[in-house]
């Protein structure tokens, strides 16, 4: 069956955003007055079973935003309304771990894309693949642009409904709250911080931490690392290195490492690296732009290499810097920059560029305290948590998309 292909606004530019999370979220709330604006919201959720309701909604000739997502039955709809198989929310991902341990946090962090996108549009499908023009999607539809911006940055798994979402996070805090031992695998930020959140909150519980390299936070430096471990082990929380877990192998609480340990865990979290979400682009035009970590490789505009009119940012782009969400949000306000000026008809040569500043990183231990790491020191303690461990920038991040913090 041939492609149903939707064209833009004869009198207004279409930017297709592929990816609602922290980078696309603030391009699609930066565009949405001064352009025809498609958010594809890819979710990797499962597919499940029943009736998709169809509520066809005609193209208004306004400036307008579309939120593009897929159905459980791949059924083309163009819908008004959010129902239970979209995505429907944005997430604050620095929030996340706060919620495990307090489910009432996620009510701020978890923010419906209508409440900040306010001329939203939906249309039910993902995006399969793309060519110079035109986006393809798993329901037949082509939609033309004449800008994309791919956002994808790394592949989860998360319910599609902010109350499911919402339920899921009391779901994690009970079985925390039941347990007596709890395993963490991995020892990055996410380890660590979950680490603290749960030594902070349940101080009772025998919380054990299993990393398979020789230092935690392996993104930083190696003081940081030492102040982490440090914290940790002054928490009671048992902290693991150079071993691995075979989550497969799991009876009666007990888990065993790769040195052949056994842990007792009543529960367990993997806080391992999420794989990439650019798996999709290997057999589209964008192949040969790929590096060998699968991160789309841009110019100093955040185009690109060789395509005028495609924008990367986030965690998906091969930007030399530690990825954080920060930095995302700052690709996104550089590229929402140049599309304005491009939109507007100006010059190229006057485009923004993006210049990876000075690295640092920001780690919160509990709600009080946290690690943060500069290009000349490394401070703990109280001042970064002052930063950061409080509300974890949700307030910010709210602030940005026009919402009350």
Same mark, same amino acid.
């Given at each position: 069956?041939?492609?149903?292909?939707?064209?833009?606004?004869?009198?207004?530019?279409?930017?297709?955003?592929?990816?609602?999370? $922290?980078?696309?979220?603030? !391009? *699609?709330?930066?565009? &949405?007055?001064? /352009?025809?604006?498609?958010?594809?919201?890819?979710?990797? =959720?499962?597919?499940?079973?029943?009736?998709?309701?169809?509520?066809?909604?005609?193209?208004?000739?306004?400036?307008?935003?579309?939120?593009?997502?897929?159905?459980?039955?791949?059924?083309?709809?163009?819908?008004?309304?959010?129902?239970?198989?979209?995505?429907?929310?944005?997430?604050?991902?620095?929030?996340?771990?706060?919620?495990?341990?307090?489910?009432?946090?996620?009510?701020?962090?978890?923010?419906?894309?209508?409440?900040?996108?306010?001329?939203?549009?939906?249309?039910?499908?993902?995006?399969?693949?793309?060519?110079?023009?035109?986006?393809?999607?798993?329901?037949?539809?082509?939609?033309?642009?004449?800008?994309?911006?791919?956002?994808?940055?790394?592949?989860?798994? $998360?319910?599609?409904?902010? !109350? *499911?979402?919402?339920? &899921?996070?009391? /779901?994690?805090?009970?079985?925390?709250?039941?347990?007596? =031992?709890?395993?963490?695998?991995?020892?990055?930020?996410?380890?660590?911080?979950?680490?603290?959140?749960?030594?902070?909150?349940?101080?009772?519980?025998?919380?054990?931490?299993?990393?398979?390299?020789?230092?935690?936070?392996?993104?930083?430096?190696?003081?940081?690392?030492?102040?982490?471990?440090?914290?940790?082990?002054?928490?009671?929380?048992?902290?693991?290195?150079?071993?691995?877990?075979?989550?497969?192998?799991?009876?009666?609480?007990?888990?065993?490492?790769?040195?052949?340990?056994?842990?007792?865990?009543?529960?367990?979290?993997?806080?391992?690296?999420?794989?990439?979400?650019?798996?999709?682009?290997?057999?589209?035009?964008?192949?040969?732009?790929?590096?060998?970590?699968?991160?789309?490789?841009?110019?100093?505009?955040?185009?690109?290499?060789?395509?005028?009119?495609?924008?990367?940012?986030?965690?998906?782009?091969?930007?030399?810097?530690?990825?954080?969400?920060?930095?995302?949000?700052?690709?996104?306000?550089?590229?929402?920059?140049?599309?304005?000026?491009?939109?507007?008809?100006?010059?190229?040569?006057?485009?923004?560029?993006?210049?990876?500043?000075?690295?640092?990183?920001?780690?919160?231990?509990?709600?009080?305290?946290?690690?943060?790491?500069?290009?000349?020191?490394?401070?703990?303690?109280?001042?970064?948590?002052?930063?950061?461990?409080?509300?974890?920038?949700?307030?910010?991040?709210?602030?940005?998309?026009?919402?009350?913090?």
């Amino acid at each position: 069956m041939a492609a149903a292909q939707e064209s833009s606004d004869a009198e207004m530019k279409r930017v297709v955003v592929i990816g609602g999370g $922290v980078g696309g979220s603030v !391009v *699609a709330h930066s565009l &949405q007055f001064c /352009a025809d604006v498609v958010l594809v919201d890819q979710n990797s =959720s499962k597919k499940k079973s029943g009736i998709a309701f169809i509520f066809m909604v005609l193209w208004a000739n306004v400036n307008h935003i579309v939120i593009l997502e897929k159905s459980s039955a791949g059924i083309p709809s163009t819908i008004r309304i959010h129902y239970r198989d979209q995505k429907e929310y944005f997430e604050i991902p620095w929030g996340s771990l706060r919620a495990m341990v307090e489910p009432s946090f996620a009510k701020r962090s978890i923010i419906n894309h209508c409440d900040y996108l306010p001329n939203v549009r939906i249309v039910a499908s993902t995006a399969a693949n793309i060519t110079d023009r035109e986006v393809l999607t798993t329901d037949g539809r082509l939609l033309v642009y004449d800008y994309l911006v791919i956002a994808t940055g790394h592949k989860d798994s $998360v319910p599609k409904t902010r !109350v *499911a979402r919402l339920s &899921q996070y009391q /779901a994690e805090f009970e079985k925390i709250n039941s347990a007596e =031992s709890i395993l963490i695998v991995g020892g990055g930020p996410t380890g660590v911080e979950l680490a603290g959140e749960i030594a902070i909150d349940f101080p009772e519980k025998k919380v054990t931490l299993v990393h398979r390299g020789s230092r935690l936070l392996e993104f930083i430096g190696l003081k940081a690392s030492q102040k982490a471990l440090d914290w940790l082990i002054s928490k009671n929380v048992e902290v693991v290195l150079n071993e691995s877990v075979n989550l497969n192998n799991v009876s009666d609480g007990f888990i065993q490492t790769s040195s052949g340990e056994v842990i007792a865990a009543d529960c367990h979290f993997v806080c391992t690296a999420k794989p990439m979400g650019s798996s999709w682009l290997r057999e589209s035009i964008l192949q040969n732009d790929l590096d060998m970590q699968g991160r789309l490789m841009v110019d100093r505009n955040m185009r690109v290499r060789g395509h005028k009119n495609i924008f990367a940012v986030g965690d998906i782009t091969d930007v030399k810097e530690i990825k954080q969400g920060y930095l995302a949000q700052r690709h996104a306000e550089v590229t929402a920059e140049n599309l304005k000026l491009l939109l507007s008809g100006r010059n190229e040569s006057k485009m923004a560029t993006y210049k990876p500043g000075l690295e640092m990183a920001l780690v919160s231990l509990g709600r009080k305290e946290g690690i943060a790491q500069f290009p000349l020191v490394t401070i703990s303690g109280c001042i970064p948590g002052m930063i950061k461990s409080g509300d974890l920038f949700v307030g910010k991040t709210r602030k940005r998309l026009g919402l009350k913090p």
